[in-house]
């Protein structure tokens, strides 16, 4: 099947300048300064962290309990008795679910290929790639605030318990555990966001 473009088969497009370089500056085409290793280390890192403690969960949840609750339905089962908490969970459950799905559409509408075009080509445009970079920043911002959120919200319901304050303590400092999380989510929108900036503004 022929391409729709074929002058682009035989170039090679990373050779090819997109504009004209700066007074001064000269462009190295055999050894460019990359953000590759930075990149890698911002996805792999989280992700790494996020399957040690998916498989951490797991094991407790089916090794030792012998059982496997959902994290949205443990918090209803400890704490559905009282009408807030319940109604926050489902909010934070629907904020979720509208965010990336908002995500995906954005996503899906900008940056599909019209008929007869590749997804190479598709994927270049300037409207995918701006509003998908905008997009990932937008979700990391809510991401992180949901986060906290959901950390946070059981803590007002543990300390209306009748126990002991140690007791309390003890079962709060389980729950914020999850800071680690929110704080990994943190230094990833930080990243999403100096790489925007840097893109976007930083060289205009």
Known sequence: MATTYPELSSTDLTQIPSGKA???ITPNYVNPETRAPITVIAVTVPLALMVMFV?????VEIGINRRLERTGLLYLRLFGINKQMKIL??????????????NTIGNSVLCVPAPGQSWQIASGRHSCIVTADLLSVYVGDI?????????????????????????????SATFLTGLLVCAASALNLAFRIWQYRDLYYDNT
């Open 143 to 171: 991401s992180v605030f949901t986060d906290f959120f959901i950390i946070l919200i059981p803590l007002p319901v543990i300390w209306t318990l009748q126990m002991s304050t140690k007791k309390k303590v003890g079962i």
């Open 22 to 24: 700066p007074p001064g």
């Open 55 to 59: 498989v951490f969960r797991l094991y």
């Open 89 to 102: 969970t489902f909010i934070a459950v629907a904020i979720n679910l509208a965010v990336y799905l908002i």
